[in-house]
Every structure is written in structure tokens, then in C-alpha cells.
């Protein structure tokens, strides 16, 4: 069908693409001022990919895709499971799968994109719209097994991006408010159980959130030097490849997890200000784009793209100035990583699936 | 194509098999979505806001905190040679392990004293020492760190482990190996809180190291040189990335002693195994060839911080090893006494040269027999014999004749009862008793008994080893004392006092003390054969004779040997006085002196036959015939 790939390449939604390569561009600038390396190189890569992804998610009506979610489940649920079962171990815990030619993929990435859509499924074949308590058991053990095999990892933070969709899709679906209230309820109670599970690794990021100078050296070293870079940078910023913390490397990760730290101190408040005006137009234009869906299924997957991207904004961001716990969760298009990156654009390309579809198929 | 409707309020319904179709689906969610994002935005940008905005200032001082590091460059102190140039004290290259108290952390006290093999309780006392100090003090924790303490603080200390610890490369003193002149040399040692108050050090700083004793001590502002600094930016495993400044360390001065090497060198081994003290002087000009006080301590451990366990054992030793016996050491004379009692008598008028009396072993005086040290008594003696044989009972009597303030006054005269102003810290008094004297010190005055005691070298008389060193460098310089001194500064020789003696009454004790050792007198043993060596014995007690009968055979409570000699009668070059605690007899200090004079005059013989050492490889401190000097004295 010729005609449709000549439509999709026209009416994709450029000015959400043009802003996401701005913020993908000054990603890769920051991780050459960080790493003086070929990182950027690969980042440049994974763009490319990340675009052709987005581009072969566009085309595929995302109908279809819907119909396929109990295989894409499934596959996804394996994935998770191959993770913890033949994964590589970094930092204490299994993320990675490893690829040939030195590469690694992360299972967990994959399952943001179906989750997304699982959850924009499960809503919209919902004959209500109000969410019985049925509904909300069953759609919670959806996401809770991936959530699950995920947190075994362990990667609380990733954990957390599907519980956002969730609440997501249960804020769209209509949910009552006593209900809401129970679910609350039942999470106070479950949270001093699940501080008797949590790794001490994890209980340190929390007790450091709380107070960062509890433990300088160790869990609040990263905060701190964060921290430090961030204000180090001041309204200006100290320039490219000239911010202390950055290049003495005393900010740890400076080009994945805490990449805006580094941003912040090289470019100062006011490129976090043009960073985040950024970001706020990405949003906005998904936004845009779930209000002009043709229904209710593609109004879903926008929001659940959207949902998922503030959340990972917020905690990544948050967490580079001392106000979120320390997660690993990456910068969405700006932290160095090839599976975020692809996952981000495939979600991109979700988006753009449904505007292409809004007149209808 | 057709132009395609923005508005989809106008399109017609499209239902697919999955989906319902109601446009005004989540359009409140969406609104709500979209003020949750706003306050997203502002409750980040407000921590920026925060950060970079309102405390723009506090943090780039941390950023620099971080990276602007200020290391010391220690000066290597100056070397100490020897009045040939040859080096007594060197310096080595070694690493000092410092901890920045700005990253100071309480909880690494532990594992660092650990991992360095430090006494905990001692590091964390030096740890509060500097609680009170400015923060940018660093705290010097070890100095010369082995190879495998040096891996353990490179493999330690980023910014994520011990940051504190700081490696400074340093100049570290190396002593002579066991004791070798140990009190004469000295040690360094971090500078003490008392030290830091006290207006001699006023301008030094906490953790300086500064000269602890002897010439260290004496000489530390030449030592010392001028520390450097180097400010670095570094990176987070503290790996210097640019130096910013450099301000050079200005080494500090070699300083040139006039001890001879070779004459310390055997008059260390005549003192091995003893204790006790050896001077040499060279009575024309003060000069001191040579300065031991035995046992020594070996200045090396004193370098490297001594731990608290090391220096307790030194303290609490019985034999004082830390004690510089050569001018601390506070002991009756003896019969080393008697030549300047006989001086005085002369002097005084009290006694001329034909005075004679009986020894029949013993005397009475004042109700109270005195025995002299041979049974048989000496029979017929004059001033010749009594200071040859050394007769008590001849002395009794002209002590009695001269009286004690006369004899006070010789005393005094060659320099005993006050210190001899030797360049060296720590030099004692010891007592000239005098009627004054007692009054001053008891409140009573002086019984004419007591002079019998004063006249042998006894009763409440004490002086130093050095003091009778110099004492009789003035004498046999014929009544010129020069000040004595163990640096030769370029300076003149200085005199320090003089004293009018009549050159016969003089010459006549001198030739007595001649007579002592080459006359079958009581220091026969320190006889040379080619060398008119003069000298005098002394056996002081330690106690009453009532006392000493109780304690009989006791280690501690046997009469302590001393010796003065010099050499030679007609043209005195060198004054050596040695004390051998519980040596029994001075005969047995004789050898001591004998020895070290033998190797002066040994070495001067050698120099004149292969003439003098250039001055050249003097300053380049070639290495010294010392080992045949050592071989021929201990052939003997």
C-alpha cells in the first residue's frame, strides 16, 4: 500500500517528533561533554533505531495491535522471567539480558510498551464506566505479575512506572471512591510489610531521601554530588565540558541516571528551564493527541504514553535535586541506554499510530 | 487530496469491534492530567529554582571543596655531618599518610587504624588532639608507610571510601642504626601541645615535626627548612588532573658538627654494654670530638610516630635509656676531685709543695675514724703520691688545711656547681658545697667534718661528665676556658672564662696526674706507650659506707668508676672524661679514655702520613677511615 506509507511519513505528528529529537540532541550533547567517549555514538545509534521503531509502530494499525496483547503478554511475561533466570548481574541485581556483540536489553523496558497497551485494552472492552471491584482485582493482577517478576530483579523504580499506568487507567476508568479509599487503606497496611522485604539497599535510598547526610559516602553520595553539580551550575550554567562535577567525575553516572544533574551544572537553570519547556511541549502534544483520538482504546494509550513519561520525569528529575528517593529510572530520550531509548520511541510511535488513525482506519 | 477537517466534532462515528465510540470520554481525566503535570513541572523547577538560583553560591564552594585540594610539600630538613663532612644523619624519600579533617568521617577511625595496623585508642586520641583546630589542619597519621600500607590507602582512598586519607611524599630521617650518639643527635617528633603553647616554638604550627632533643633540638631553626605548598584540582579517585600552584619547599641547612666520627665511633664501643657517659673536648677551642651516653634508643622509631607501648617501654626502663647521661647525669666526683683540691690548697696557701703527711690506711677526725681505700695505708706522702696513689687520708688533711669555701671556690673556678653552656638542651648543674651553699640549702651551717668528705670527692659534691671534661680543658689550657660545643658554626672559638693560676702550682698537679697512669699510680690501665696520657681516677660512692655494708654485692649500689685524662703533658690537645656507672674503680674508666685518646692520635698520625683529607671529598662526604681506626682499638 503505497499510499499509506506516504501518509504515514506526512502525517506524523512533526512538531511532537521535532521536540523529542531536540531533547534526544541535547542528550547525546551531554553524554559527549560527560564521557568524552564513543557513548554518544551508540546513543546516535539507538536514535536512529528508535526512530525506525517508532516509524514500524506508526504503520501497524494500532488495532491490531490491541488484538495481539494476550501474545505480546505472554511474550513479555517470558522475557521477564529469562531476566531473572539467565540475566547478568549488575550492581546487585539481574536487568540485563545479554545480546550478542556486547549488547544488552532490558525485558522490563519492552513491558512499559505492553503494559500501556494492555491496560488501554482491558478499559476499553469495559462496558461501564464505572470500575466494579472485579475489575479492579483483574486488572491488577495484569500489571502485578510483570510488576512482580520485575520487582524480583530487583527494580523497585521500573516497578513503580507500571503502577502509574495502572493508576492511570483505573483514574480513566472511573473508579469510586470507595473503592479508591479501601485501596489506599490496604496500601498503608501493606507498607511496613513491604519494609520488612525491602533490600537494605533499598531501605538506605529511602532513609537517604529523607536525610541525605545520614550516610555521605555511601547511598547519599550520589544525592549530594547531584546536588552539587546541579547548583554548582547556577542560572548560567558553567558551559560545555567545563562543569567540575561533571568532568572530576565526583557526580557518579553522569551520563545515564543522573544525565540532568550533569545538564544542570554545564548549562545552569536556564537550560533546564528551555529542557523542561521542552518536555512540557512533548507532553502537552501527546495530551493533544489523546483528546483527538477516534476512541476510547487510542485515548488510553496516549495517556498511559503521557502518564508513563511524567513519571519517569518526575522521579528522575526529582531525584537529581534531593526531592524523590534515589531509583534507577532513566531520563526518557536524554539518559544513555538503548532500551529506554527504543521502548520511549516505540511509545512514541503508539501515539503517533493513533493520530494517524484519528480520522479513522 | 481533499482537505481534511480539523474539527472532529463533525466526523462521523466510526465503531470498530473493539472500542465504543463517546467523544466526551476523559475529558475531565485529561483536564485533571493536565493541571497534575503543570504542578509536575513547578514542583520541579522549584528544586532547581532551589538549588541553582537561591544557593547558587553555597554549592559551587562545595564544588570546589570538592575538587581544590592544597597538598604540603614538607622541606627536607638539613643533614647533620661531621667535622669531616661525613654524613651522621640523612634523609630518605619516603610517604606520610595524612587525614584531611574537612572529610573526616568517625566511623573510618576504625577500619583505617585496621588496615594500617595502628593502635585505635591511639588514633582516635590524636583524632581529638585537633578537635579544638581550625579544620584545615591536616592530621599526620604515619610516617615511611611500607609498600603494603601504601597499596592499602591507594586502594582506599576516593571520594567513596575514605576520602580523608591523604598521601603526602616526604623527607623521613634516617639515624645512625642502634643508639650510635643517639642523646648528642637527638630525634624529631611532632610537635607537642605543651610545645605549641610555650613561646620557644610560637611559630610553628599543630603536626610540624620538630628537633626533640640534642642537636635536633638546639639547631632546629637551621634544620628546619621552609615547607612548600601545591594547590591541585583532583579528580574523584583524588588522581591530580591540573596543578594550579606551586610553592617551592626551601630545604633546610646541613649542619656540620665538630664530633670526629671515628673518635664518637670508638668511644661508642668502649661503652657497649655499660652504662654510663664519655666527653672529649679539644681544650684550645671547646670543641667536642665526641659525646656518648649509654644505652642509647634507636632515634629511627622515634621517626615514625613511636606508639604509646614503645615509649612507655623506653620511659619505664630501669637503665634510663633516654637519659642523656653525659649531661644529666649527677654524680659525686670521686677522687677525680682531689687534683683540684690539691690546686686549691696551693693556691690558697694553705698547703706548699713540701707538705707531708702518714697514711697508715685511715685517720681520726673529729671523733670519727676515716679509712683510706688502700688497708696498709700509703705511709710517707707528698702531693705527688697523694694524687698519684690518690691517698685519702693525705687529702683529709689538706682539705681540712684549705677549708671548704676555698675548696668551693676552685670548684668553682673550673666550672663545677653551674652549666658549661655547652650548645646542647637539658645540661644539669650538680653542687659545689660551701658554708653558703648550705645555708642557702638546709638552713644550717657547715660542719668541719663534712670538709673531710668534700676533700675525696664525696659528700654532697655532684657534677656531670661533661662538666669534668671541662673543668680540666681550662686546666691543662692553663687557665683558659673555652666554651664548649658540638657545631661548628664558622665561628670563632669562644672563650668563657678565665682564671689566674700560678703555672708552678699548675704544673705540679698536672705532673701528679701524669704520674696516675705512667708512674704505677692508680690509673695505670689507661697507659700508652708512645703517648704521655695524664689523667686521674675517681670510684664515687653511692651511698654511706654504713649503708653500702648492708647492701653489699648489689649491682646498683657499687661505687661508680670515673676517669679524666688528657694528653699529651707538654702540649695538651685533647681532655676525655668518662664515667662507667657501677664500674667498682675508676681503673676500670681508664680504658675508656685510653682508648678514644689512642684513636685521636692514631688518626693524626695517619693524616700525616698520607696527608690531610681534602677538602673536597670531605664535603662530599667520602667515606672516612673509620673502620681501621675501629679495627686497631679493638685489637687490643
Redesign the interface.
Known amino acids: 500500500m503505497p499510499a499509506v506509507r506516504y501518509r504515514v511519513f506526512r502525517d506524523l505528528d512533526w512538531p511532537l517528533l521535532l521536540v523529542a529529537l531536540a531533547i534526544c540532541a541535547l542528550g547525546i550533547l551531554q553524554i559527549y561533554s560527560a564521557t568524552h567517549g564513543t557513548p554518544w555514538m551508540k546513543q546516535a545509534l539507538w536514535l536512529g533505531g528508535g526512530l525506525f521503531l517508532m516509524w514500524l509502530l506508526a504503520r501497524v494499525d494500532y488495532?491490531t495491535l490491541?488484538?495481539q496483547v494476550p501474545v505480546l503478554y505472554g511474550i513479555t511475561l517470558a522475557l521477564l522471567v529469562l531476566t531473572l533466570v539467565a540475566g547478568s548481574y549488575t550492581g546487585g541485581s539481574k536487568r540485563w539480558i545479554a545480546l550478542p556483540l556486547g549488547f544488552r536489553f532490558q525485558a522490563a523496558e519492552v513491558a512499559k510498551v505492553v503494559i500501556v497497551l494492555l491496560v488501554a485494552?482491558y478499559l476499553?472492552?469495559l462496558r461501564s464506566?464505572r470500575l466494579e471491584w472485579g475489575d479492579l482485582v483483574k486488572l491488577g493482577l495484569l500489571v502485578g505479575v510483570p510488576a512482580g517478576l520485575v520487582l524480583a530483579e530487583p527494580d523497585l523504580g521500573t516497578t513503580l512506572t507500571y503502577v502509574s499506568v495502572l493508576a492511570?487507567g483505573i483514574?480513566?476508568g472511573g473508579v469510586q471512591w470507595r473503592h479508591l479509599l479501601v485501596i489506599v487503606l490496604i496500601t498503608l497496611v501493606l507498607l511496613p510489610c513491604g519494609w520488612y522485604l525491602a533490600k537494605d539497599y533499598q531501605k538506605a535510598r529511602v532513609l537517604t531521601f529523607l536525610d541525605p547526610m545520614r550516610d555521605?559516602?555511601?547511598s547519599g553520595?550520589q544525592v549530594i554530588?547531584s546536588?552539587?553539580?546541579?547548583?554548582?551550575?547556577?542560572?548560567w550554567g558553567k558551559g560545555v565540558a567545563r562543569g567540575?562535577?561533571t568532568q572530576?567525575?565526583?557526580l557518579p553516572v553522569a551520563y545515564t541516571d543522573f544525565v540532568i544533574s550533569a545538564f544542570?551544572e554545564e548549562h545552569?537553570?536556564v537550560g533546564?528551564?528551555v529542557l523542561?519547556g521542552l518536555?512540557?511541549l512533548l507532553?502537552?502534544q501527546i495530551?493533544q493527541n489523546?483528546?483527538?483520538a477516534?476512541?476510547?482504546?487510542?485515548?488510553?494509550i496516549c495517556?498511559g504514553v503521557?502518564?508513563l513519561l511524567?513519571f519517569h520525569?518526575?522521579v528522575n528529575?526529582?531525584m537529581a535535586?534531593?526531592?524523590m528517593p534515589t531509583t534507577g529510572i532513566p531520563l526518557p530520550l536524554m539518559s544513555y541506554g538503548g532500551s529506554s531509548m527504543m521502548s520511549v520511541f516505540a511509545m512514541l510511535g503508539l501515539v503517533n499510530n493513533v493520530r494517524l488513525r484519528?480520522?479513522?482506519? | 487530496m481533499a482537505r481534511i477537517p480539523e474539527d472532529r466534532e463533525h466526523e462521523a462515528p466510526i465503531v470498530s469491534h473493539l472500542v465504543r465510540n463517546d467523544t466526551n470520554f476523559g475529558a475531565v481525566q485529561v483536564a485533571i492530567f493536565q493541571y497534575l503535570t503543570v504542578a509536575v513541572f513547578i514542583f520541579l523547577l522549584a528544586g532547581y529554582w532551589d538549588l541553582q538560583v537561591r544557593n547558587e553560591s553555597l554549592y559551587n564552594t562545595k564544588a570546589l571543596q570538592n575538587q581544590i585540594k592544597s597538598l604540603p610539600m614538607p622541606a627536607p630538613r638539613g643533614r647533620i655531618l661531621d667535622r669531616d663532612g661525613r654524613v651522621i644523619v640523612d634523609n630518605h624519600a619516603s610517604y606520610r599518610l595524612v587525614l584531611s579533617r574537612e572529610n573526616l568521617r568517625e566511623e573510618h577511625i576504625v577500619p583505617i587504624a585496621e588496615g594500617l595496623d595502628l593502635d585505635v585508642d591511639d588514633l582516635e586520641t590524636l583524632v581529638r588532639r585537633y578537635d579544638k583546630r581550625p579544620s584545615y589542619y591536616t592530621i599526620p597519621v604515619k610516617e615511611e608507610l611500607t609498600p603494603a600500607e601504601l597499596a592499602f590507602v591507594e586502594a582506599h582512598r576516593n571520594a567513596q571510601m575514605f576520602p580523608e586519607m591523604e598521601l603526602i611524599k616526604s623527607q623521613f630521617r634516617l639515624y645512625p642504626q642502634g643508639g650510635f650518639a643517639a642523646h648528642l643527635i637527638g630525634y624529631v617528633g611532632e610537635i607537642s601541645d605543651a610545645e605549641l603553647n610555650s613561646p620557644e616554638w610560637a611559630s610553628h604550627n599543630p603536626g610540624d615535626l620538630i628537633g626533640k632533643m640534642g642537636v635536633e633540638r638546639a639547631y632546629n631553626e637551621i634544620l628546619t627548612g621552609v615547607d612548600g605548598q601545591r594547590q591541585v584540582v583532583v579528580d574523584n579517585r583524588m588522581n591530580t588532573r591540573q596543578v594550579l600552584g606551586v610553592k617551592p619547599a626551601v630545604p633546610g641547612k646541613d649542619l656540620r658538627l665538630t664530633i670526629d666520627l671515628d673518635l664518637q665511633t670508638v668511644a661508642e664501643l668502649a661503652m657497649e654494654g655499660r652504662r654510663g657517659a664519655v666527653v672529649a673536648i679539644v681544650p684550645a677551642t671547646g670543641e667536642v670530638l665526641a659525646l656518648v651516653s649509654t644505652p642509647g634508643y634507636d632515634a629511627n622509631h622515634f621517626v615514625g610516630r613511636i606508639n604509646s607501648r614503645e615509649w612507655k617501654a623506653l620511659t619505664e626502663d630501669p637503665n634510663k635509656p633516654l637519659f642523656n647521661r653525659a649531661l644529666q647525669s649527677q654524680l659525686a666526683p670521686g677522687s677525680t676531685f682531689k687534683p683540684i683540691v690539691a690546686l686549691a690548697a696551693l693556691e690558697s696557701g694553705a698547703i706548699d709543695e713540701n707538705f707531708e703527711i702518714h697514711c697508715a690506711g685511715g685517720a681520726t677526725f673529729f671523733g670519727r675514724y676515716f679509712k683510706c681505700h688502700q688497708k696498709g695505708g700509703h705511709g710517707a706522702v707528698t702531693l705527688h703520691k697523694g694524687i698519684t696513689h690518690s691517698c685519702d687520708v693525705y687529702f683529709y688533711n689538706v682539705g681540712l688545711r684549705t677549708g671548704i669555701d676555698n675548696i668551693a671556690k676552685y670548684a668553682e673556678m673550673v666550672g663545677y656547681g653551674r652549666k658549661t653552656g655547652i650548645d646542647l638542651p637539658g645540661e644539669k648543674e650538680g653542687v659545689v658545697p660551701s658554708t653558703a651553699w648550705k645555708i642557702r640549702t638546709f638552713r644550717e651551717k657547715w660542719y668541719e667534718g663534712e670538709t673531710v668528705s668534700v676533700a675525696i670527692g664525696q659528700g654532697a659534691t655532684t657534677i656531670t661528665p661533661l662538666q669534668l671534661a671541662y673543668a680540666f680543658s681550662g686546666l691543662v689550657n692553663k687557665g683558659v676556658w673555652m666554651r664548649p660545643h658540638v657545631v661548628n658554626d664558622g665561628r670563632k672559638p669562644q672563650v668563657d672564662h678565665t682564671a689566674e693560676i700560678n703555672p708552678v702550682n699548675l704544673g705540679k698537679v698536672l705532673d701528679g696526674m701524669c704520674g696516675v697512669v705512667n708512674e704505677g699510680g692508680t690509673g695505670a690501665a689507661a697507659r700508652l706507650p708512645d703517648i704521655m696520657l695524664c689523667g686521674k681516677t675517681g670510684s664515687s660512692q653511692r651511698a654511706s659506707n654504713d649503708f653500702l655494708k648492708t647492701r653489699k654485692g648489689e649491682e646498683e649500689f657499687k661505687d661508680d668508676a670515673w676517669f679524666v685524662g688528657f694528653a699529651s703533658r707538654d702540649n695538651p690537645e685533647i681532655v676525655v672524661a668518662a664515667l662507667f656507672e657501677n664500674g667498682v674503680h675508676g681503673n676500670f674508666a681508664a680504658p675508656i679514655v685510653r682508648d678514644v685518646i689512642k684513636a685521636y692520635y692514631d688518626k693524626q698520625r695517619r693524616q700525616q702520613q698520607t696527608g690531610p683529607l681534602p677538602s673536597l671529598s670531605a664535603a662530599l662526604s667520602l667515606a672516612g677511615p673509620a673502620p681501621a681506626t675501629l679495627a686497631g682499638t679493638r685489637a687490643r
Open positions: 488495532h490491541l488484538s485494552r476499553s472492552e464506566d492511570m483514574f480513566f555521605p559516602m555511601r553520595y554530588q546536588k552539587i553539580a546541579v547548583g554548582a551550575g547556577g542560572i567540575s562535577q572530576l567525575r565526583f544542570a545552569g537553570f533546564i528551564l523542561f518536555y512540557f507532553l502537552m495530551v489523546a483528546q483527538r477516534p476512541d476510547r482504546a487510542g485515548m488510553l495517556m503521557a502518564t511524567l520525569l518526575l528529575a526529582g535535586v534531593g526531592r484519528r480520522f479513522g482506519t
